[in-house]
Structure formats: C-alpha cells, structure tokens
C-alpha cells in the first residue's frame, strides 16, 4: 500500500519506535521563542543538563512581546538571549531583527520538504505548507528536542483535503480555512495530519499555502502540510540553489516527498470553493462561521492586520488596496502589525505603510503581541476586534473581549465602516458550503 507525505517523512526520520504506534524521529530543526523555551531551559539547567544537540538546527527569536512591555517578559528575553549566546546559537533573531516566529523562519530558508520540525508553539504547522512535518510540542518534549535533537509521536494519520473549484475574486485562503473548520469542527482532525490538495491549493502562492496550514490545529490538526511543487521551489530557491544544479533538479529530489496515489487515508473529503462568499467568525469558537453578510452591521472597535496567519507582504497589499483613499471609522482603531523587518521594509518601498498612516492606520513593529492579547492591541471588556489572527477564543486578545476572525480584504474593509463589511474586492453572491 502506498504512503502519504507524513508517513514517507516518518520513514525517513524514524530512529526508534518503542512501542507499534510510537515513533521517536529524528528533528531537522527545533525552533524556540521567548515564552514557551525558557521554562525548558531553566528545567535542562536544574537537572544539570544545559546543552543543545545541535546550535545549527536550533533557531530562535524574540516575537510574542516585542520589545518587552514589563519586568516579567523582559526576563523572558534575557533567559532566551544569554542561553543563545551561551550555546552559540547563530540565528538568534533580537529586537531589530526579530519577526513573527511563523513568517521568520519560512522566510529564512529554515524549512524544506520532508523536514521535521517541532517548536513550543501550537501554530507551527504553519511550517507544514512547505511539505514538511511541523508540530507544536509541549515543554517536555521541547526540552527533549533542545537537548537529544528528537521526539516521539504516534503514528500519523492523515485526513487528505480536496479543494476544488475557483476562489471566487476576493475570497482568499482566510476564507477557504475558516469554512473548512466550520464544515469539520473543532475537533474534525484532531491528532492527524491535514493533506491539503487538490487545484485550488496548485494554484495558491506559499503565503497562501501558510495560511491554510497555519490554522490546521484550529481543526484539531497536529500538522497542515502541501505536497512541494514548483511553487515550493522558487520560494526555497535562494537557499537551496547551490545543493541543487537546477529548479527542476530541486523539484526532482523533493517528489520522494509527494503521496503515493494509492495512499490509504483516515478520511477524504471534497471541498469546492466555487461558490464560497469571504468568511468571518463569531461566538468563541473558530467553528463558529458564518458568510461576512450574515455578520455585517455588528459593530467594532479594533481591526488588527498581522498574525503568522495573515502578516505577510501579500496580506498587506490587499489590505492597503481597500483602504487606499479611504479613512479609518472614526470611531475604530486599526493596527497593522508587518510579520518581518523584511515585509516591513517591503511595504515601506511600495509605499503601502504610507498608505496605512494616510487612511489613520497604527502600524507597529513585527510582534505576536496583541494576537494574544498581551501588548500592542489588547482589548478591554467588552471590546470587539475585527482581526485577522487565528483564534477568537474568550479573553484571547484581552480579557472580556470579543475577536471576529478574517481576511485582511474584509479586515480593512471593516476598518472602513466601522462595523463588519465585505470588501469591494468581492462582488459574488454570499453563498456558503459548510
């Protein structure tokens, strides 16, 4: 019988498997930021066992409070800063350099196809986008990644995806992962692995691709993850141009990654998006979904842009191409938050911060901050936030607040109107699959 992509990955990696549903696999890569790894280091320190398998595979940024907002985060910091220095971690990413861990390290090169990779942070299946295996990991098993260079997990079954059909203009890969979580629940895939395929994912951008696989743990997902194509390697190719003669050498080397026809799957489910309408959440549950004309009028007020969801160069130029001559809602605040210094600076050169600051627009440094309501955007009570994050659980982005997920198309439109709105970008009927 044939094999998926994470099987074919597990194959590759395995280098125990105690038990028949345990494999313990070899890591490529572990990746670290400031909240979750210091409780680890401090633990490896306190049983005697400070080291890393590896400074090269291990990488790490500074991105969930940045620049530190008090004393306690500020400690976070140091922990994280002088444990990189003191083990001679070479990308260590400090304030100035620092991004959004999930749009960083993609855009570093970190991550390749067949790659596994684990980090103490639930959205790193993000990573999976690029035909890896990427999974959040708990503080024990990332203490045992820092140290032995593996981890442990049960055997990966996966739920393959088919989406199919044409994006209707103005709906986007925001769109397409919230009506696929709405259709599957929160608990649709829990402990597997998502196999998005289909035509609609070829035709996706790696931008695109990250935010589906970004939001597969939403689902309950333990990894997104896209079979790598050509799209894959234009994106990797600065970083892996001198392993490979040629793209189509890379792209050769990359196939032993892609699925076996006759891959046998836990489930298999169609999705056309051909009549999907731009989707928006409500309640505190991201299966809670709804077409955005079901939600319009519902008052706001903050619209965030940003998030490893939706903090790209991409999602920005849609953004500022809704607000352009456009003004912020007098009575809303909206903060734009570029995911890297390097889209910042891309936006900066085409001029779409200019046209945020025109439109009274807040635009921040790269953090993670108010996506999870600790700086940089956090709500009151009673609060609501159009947002383009990935979860609107209760008191997520400030206590007694309420979070609205979507696209950064009807994020900025709703910056616009003051309440939930589609954007211009959108002139389809407002019909919905779920």
């Known amino acids: 019988m044939g094999k998926t992509i994470a099987q074919k990955i597990f194959d590759d990696h395995r280098v125990d498997k105690p038990d028949a549903d345990i494999h313990v696999i070899r890591l490529d890569a572990v990746f670290c930021h400031e909240i979750t790894t210091p409780p680890a280091i401090l633990d490896l320190e306190q049983r005697g066992k400070d080291r890393v398998f590896d400074p090269a595979r291990?990488?790490?940024?500074?991105?969930?409070?940045s620049p530190a907002k008090d004393s306690k985060t500020a400690l976070q910091g140091q922990i994280l800063r002088a444990w990189s220095r003191r083990h001679g971690i070479v990308d260590f990413f400090d304030i100035g350099a620092n991004g959004v861990c999930h749009a960083l390290f993609p855009e570093k090169g970190f991550v390749r196809p067949g790659y596994t990779v684990i980090m103490g942070d639930s959205h790193t299946c993000t990573h999976g986008a690029f035909g890896a295996f990427a999974a959040g990991v708990g503080?024990?098993?990332?203490?045992?990644?820092?140290?032995k260079g593996v981890c442990a997990f049960k055997t990966p079954d996966t739920m393959r995806i088919n989406i199919t059909g044409t994006l209707p203009d103005?709906?986007?890969?925001?769109?397409?992962?919230?009506?696929?979580?709405?259709?599957?629940?929160?608990?649709?895939?829990?402990n597997k692995v998502i196999e998005f395929t289909g035509p609609v994912v070829a035709a996706m951008d790696m931008e695109s691709r990250m935010t589906l696989c970004n939001m597969a743990v939403e689902a309950?997902?333990?990894?997104?993850?896209?079979?790598?194509?050509?799209?894959?390697?234009?994106?990797?190719?600065?970083?892996?141009?001198?392993e490979f003669g040629s793209p189509e050498a890379a792209l050769?080397?990359?196939?032993?990654?892609?699925?076996?026809?006759?891959?046998?799957?836990?489930?298999?489910?169609?999705?056309?998006?051909?009549?999907?309408?731009?989707?928006?959440?409500?309640?505190?549950?991201?299966?809670?979904v709804k077409p955005v004309s079901d939600m319009a009028?519902?008052?706001?007020?903050?619209?965030?842009?940003?998030?490893c969801t939706n903090g790209r160069i991409s999602d920005l130029r849609i953004a500022a191409g809704v607000l352009s001559g456009k003004h912020v809602h007098e009575t809303v605040r909206a903060i734009v938050s570029p995911a890297t210094p390097k889209i910042y600076r891309q936006a900066l050169e085409e001029g779409l911060i200019s046209t945020f600051m025109a439109a009274g627009v807040c635009v921040t440094n790269p953090t993670c901050g108010a996506c999870l309501g600790m700086s940089n955007g956090v709500l009151a009570d009673g609060e609501v936030c159009a947002a383009t994050t990935n979860r609107n659980f209760n008191g997520r982005m400030g206590k007694g607040g309420m979070v609205?997920?979507?696209?950064?198309?009807?994020?900025?439109?709703?910056?616009?109107?003051?309440?939930?709105?589609?954007?211009p970008l959108f002139r389809g009927k407002d019909h919905e699959i779920i």
């Open 139 to 147: 503080t024990t098993d990332l203490e045992v990644g820092i140290l």
């Open 220 to 242: 309950g997902g333990t990894c997104g993850i896209c079979a790598p194509d050509r799209v894959t390697v234009d994106y990797l190719w600065p970083f892996i141009k001198d």
């Open 297 to 307: 009028g519902i008052r706001v007020d903050q619209v965030y842009i940003g998030s």
């Open 252 to 288: 050769a080397a990359f196939g032993r990654y892609l699925p076996d026809p006759d891959a046998a799957y836990d489930r298999t489910i169609d999705h056309d998006v051909s009549n999907l309408a731009p989707m928006v959440t409500f309640g505190f549950r991201p299966d809670n």
């Open 404 to 423: 609205h997920l979507m696209s950064p198309a009807t994020a900025a439109a709703t910056a616009i109107a003051g309440t939930i709105a589609n954007s």
């Open 170 to 190: 103005g709906v986007f890969a925001k769109d397409v992962i919230l009506s696929l979580i709405g259709r599957i629940g929160v608990d649709g895939a829990t």
């Open 58 to 65: 291990v990488k790490v940024v500074i991105d969930h409070v």
